[in-house]
């Protein structure tokens, strides 16, 4: 199985800040298969980010994903108020599919 | 509008058995994969089961031989049997529609409470 690490656990910052988070791979996994998803309290995952670095319908430019192979982020470019929740990131590559652990992106 | 709606969770003794429903609306639903994925409260998300829109179906190892994944095209509707449930099931679990061709997750329903608990 695939784990996915990601880094930090939680991330303390104000509004207007930039948000670098990290997803690591125990093994490698296409770009096409990679996957993050924003998740508020009490709500079902949202969709942000697939195939590493496009985005979903709807959601907006400040969301941006990169990497390759063991090492994925999500940067969110400057924190609106709404951005304030947990992260995950997804592999669907090597079976079974798997999440990270999450980071929480908290206002500090 | 695109939506899932799941139902058919509850409180259940160790051992018994429940069966969940995922109700879709808004779109084709016999042209798109479908997957069950869970999360104990207060933590990450675990992929359960998917099927396909051949009606092939796939499961996480825990639950393999325990849990059955099912669809109905015809009323637009995912189901999941879950047999000799164990206390670890315990978890919000959601349907959610797997992207055409790219196999992200893009459409999930609310989700509902199976607790698992003598």
């Known amino acids: 199985e695939t784990v996915l690490t990601q880094s930090p656990g939680t991330l303390s910052l104000s509004p207007g800040e930039r948000a670098t988070l990290s997803c690591r791979a125990s093994?490698?996994?296409?770009?096409?298969?990679l996957a993050w998803y924003q998740q508020k309290p009490g709500r079902a995952p949202r969709l942000l980010i697939y195939?590493?670095?496009s985005r979903a319908t709807g959601i907006p430019d400040r969301f941006s994903g990169g990497g390759s192979g063991t090492e994925f982020t999500l940067t969110i470019s400057r924190l609106e108020p709404e951005d304030f929740a947990l992260y995950y990131c997804?592999?669907?590559?090597?079976?079974?599919?798997?999440f990270g652990q999450g980071t929480k992106v908290e206002i500090k | 509008e695109v939506q899932l709606v799941e139902s058919g969770g509850g409180l259940v003794q160790p051992g018994g058995s429940l069966r969940l429903s995922c109700a879709a609306s808004?779109?084709?639903?016999?042209?798109?994969?479908m997957h069950w994925v869970r999360q104990v409260t207060g933590k990450g998300l675990e992929w359960v089961s998917a099927?396909?829109?051949?009606?092939?179906?796939y499961y996480q190892g825990s639950v393999r031989g325990r849990f059955t994944i099912s669809r109905d095209n015809g009323k637009s509707s995912l189901y999941l049997q879950m047999n000799s449930l164990r206390v670890g099931d315990t978890a919000v679990y959601y349907c959610?529609?797997?992207?055409?061709?790219?196999?992200?997750?893009?459409?999930w329903g609310p989700g509902i409470l199976v607790a698992v608990s003598s």
């Open positions: 093994q490698s996994v296409s770009t096409r298969y």
């Open positions: 997804h592999q669907y590559n090597n079976s079974p599919r798997t």
């Open positions: 099927m396909d829109t051949a009606s092939d179906s």
């Open positions: 808004g779109f084709t639903f016999s042209s798109y994969d």
């Open positions: 195939a590493t670095s």
């Open positions: 959610a529609r797997e992207q055409r061709g790219g196999g992200a997750l893009d459409i």
